[in-house]
């Protein structure tokens, strides 16, 4: 069977059923995936990874895929909060399904019919069999333009009072990113490459976004899909490069000092408690911004298909 992993970002990670089932494959700017011949639970040996791709990629927002493996205890906690926001009486918190509900309904639309049978809205990509092998400079840049993305949104919740309570949660990942950087510019003989223009993009996108406090629910959005993608999906990308490029060695960038998925309630909570104040038109504001949360990051994975030139 053919099996397809997810690449990218894997978005919010409230799946409920939908993915359970079926086999999974990335769908971002260019139509791009990564098959592998074998189950996600074996190891499949790098020569038969491929990321098969269309080029070039197409000016459409970037569609992510989420992973399968994150379900149950995304549903677990999204029904908790549900049941916890019935209960409570008479504010703003409970005219409003959680603000992780809506995001996700957002993204599901994102995604195709073939990803998400019963959600999916998107045009499903012509595939083609041309095909990426991401080279170790590939991967990279891909961390160097990840980490200039980082070290953006650690500066905004670190600058932004209103923002304090997403300071040092354990999800940040500048320095690990860092230590990556240097040990694979060392490991592999590379010059540390200048951030790319996918990195260079979105950091100057988000760096302008949050101008008053009105565009705290926007940012909300890039700063829940930049980091739940790698904390979902992205985790799939590492150990997929880990195969391919490291010889099994597994970067800092993917591992967290607490259980990922007590990290993840954890921030979860913390958005959730920000959006409660929010009115239906903030809320709004921080749903639309999903396409262009997906097109941010789903333009520095592109390194890894030959998707993004640097
Ligand atoms: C959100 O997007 C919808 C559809 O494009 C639009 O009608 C609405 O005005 C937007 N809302 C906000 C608050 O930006």
């Avoid at 995936?33 to 790098?46: E, L, M």
């Avoid at 791709?53 to 927002?61: A, E, I, L, S």
């Avoid at 790319?196 to 705290?216: C, F, H, P, Q």
């Avoid at 980091?227 to 800092?252: C, N, P, V, W």
Wanted: aromatic share 8%; net charge negative.
């Amino acid at each position: 069977m053919k099996f397809y992993h997810a690449l990218a970002l894997a978005l919010a990670s409230s799946t409920t059923d939908a993915f359970v089932s079926s086999p999974s494959y990335a769908v971002m700017g260019g139509g791009c995936a990564i098959p592998s011949s074998s189950s996600s639970s074996s190891s499949s040996s790098s020569s038969s990874f491929r990321i098969a791709c269309r080029r070039p990629p197409p000016p459409t927002p970037a569609l992510l895929f989420m992973s399968t493996a994150e379900t149950s205890e995304s549903s677990a906690s999204s029904i908790a909060r549900r049941q916890s926001t019935e209960g409570g009486g008479g504010g703003i918190s409970d005219v409003f399904p959680p603000i992780l509900d809506e995001l996700r309904d957002v993204a599901m639309r994102l995604h195709t019919r073939e990803q998400a049978p019963r959600e999916g809205r998107a045009e499903s990509p012509v595939r083609s069999t041309e095909t990426h092998v991401p080279t170790h400079m590939d991967y990279l840049r891909f961390l160097v333009d990840s980490r200039a993305i980082y070290v953006v949104l650690e500066d905004i919740v670190n600058n932004n009072d209103k923002l304090a309570k997403f300071r040092k949660t354990g999800i940040e990942r500048t320095e690990e990113l860092e230590r990556d950087i240097a040990w694979m510019c060392d490991k592999f003989d590379l010059h540390r490459p200048s951030v790319g223009n996918a990195g260079t993009t979105y950091a100057s996108e988000l760096r302008t976004m949050v101008k008053s406090d009105d565009d705290i629910p926007e940012f909300i959005c890039h700063y829940y899909n930049y980091y739940f993608a790698h904390l979902a999906g992205g985790r799939m990308i590492g150990k997929q490069m880990s195969k391919l490029l490291l010889d099994g060695e597994t970067l800092e960038f993917y591992k967290w000092r607490e259980d990922v998925n007590d990290l993840k309630a954890k921030v979860k909570d913390q958005i959730e408690e920000i959006a409660k104040q929010w009115t239906r038109e903030e809320r709004d504001k921080c749903v639309n911004a999903t396409a262009d949360a997906f097109k941010g990051g789903g333009a520095i994975n592109g390194y890894l298909y030959g998707g993004s030139a640097h």
